[in-house]
């Protein structure tokens, strides 16, 4: 499954960043200026976080401009969704 490649990926390059704790993962959200934002990898099971995964596969395939998984959606989406499943 491409999903799991594009994380596969990601999570190899956040593994040489100390910036990331164990058990999250940092993406890069925005439209136009792009944000990282450091999240649990538990938000990878929810259905919500999953589409976000889905739109990124259709617009950037495997080549993520930032370097690492980059979202394309806005940051106040991504935020909103975000604070809905910690709530969870």
Same mark, same amino acid.
């Given at each position: 499954?491409?999903?799991r490649q594009i994380l596969?990926?990601?999570?190899?390059?956040?593994?040489?960043?100390? =910036?990331?704790?164990?058990?999250?993962?940092?993406?890069?959200?925005?439209?136009?200026?792009?944000?990282?934002?450091?999240?649990?990898?538990?938000?990878?099971?929810?259905?919500s976080f999953q589409d976000?995964?889905?739109?990124? =596969?259709?617009?950037?395939?495997?080549?993520?401009?930032?370097?690492?998984?980059?979202?394309?959606?806005?940051?106040?989406?991504?935020?909103?969704?975000?604070?809905?499943?910690?709530?969870?």
């Amino acid at each position: 499954m491409a999903i799991r490649q594009i994380l596969k990926r990601s999570l190899s390059n956040e593994r040489r960043s100390n =910036e990331v704790p164990k058990g999250h993962l940092a993406v890069y959200v925005g439209e136009n200026e792009k944000k990282r934002f450091v999240v649990p990898l538990s938000y990878l099971n929810h259905p919500s976080f999953q589409d976000l995964l889905c739109q990124a =596969e259709e617009e950037f395939g495997f080549h993520h401009p930032m370097g690492g998984l980059t979202i394309p959606c806005s940051q106040d989406l991504f935020v909103d969704l975000t604070s809905r499943l910690s709530r969870t």
